[in-house]
């Protein structure tokens, strides 16, 4: 089982950035790539970005690509997502969520949310405009 913890969320106005953090535990050796979704109010759950765990490729929603930055520390089994020039549309609670080791094909499956196993609780991000 892993487990995921996020953090950093909060209220921020337009143009603002924030750092969101994503910790593991558990058993990380089984992860294989790590995402972050987010669902606005009255909205579907939406990709945002994602990392592989080894070699830490990455893949980005167009609506975020140049604004978001997600990184990784294997160290510390933890995943970020840096946000900067937030816009009021980003107002969302923002989930991280890990898939295990398996065949996907390419990593353009990162952001198929069925292939991740284990999700977050959550953590809200507001943006004032």
């Known amino acids: 089982q892993v487990q995921l913890i996020e953090s950093g969320g909060g209220l921020v106005q337009a143009g603002g950035s924030l750092r969101l953090s994503c910790a593991a535990s558990?058993?990380?050796?089984?992860?294989?790539?790590m995402g972050w979704f987010r669902q606005a109010p009255g909205k579907e759950r939406e990709f945002v970005a994602a990392i592989r765990w080894g070699g830490g490729s990455t893949l980005y929603a167009d609506s975020v690509k140049d604004r978001f930055t997600v990184s990784r520390e294997n160290g510390k089994n933890t995943v970020y997502l840096q946000m900067i020039s937030l816009k009021s549309e980003d107002t969302a609670v923002y989930y991280c969520?890990?898939?295990?080791?398996?065949?996907?094909?390419?990593?353009?499956?990162?952001?198929?949310?069925?292939?991740?196993?284990?999700w977050g609780q959550g953590t809200q991000v507001t943006v004032s405009s």
């Open positions: 558990g058993r990380t050796f089984m992860i294989d790539a």
């Open positions: 969520a890990a898939r295990t080791l398996g065949l996907y094909g390419s990593s353009r499956s990162m952001l198929q949310e069925s292939t991740y196993g284990y």
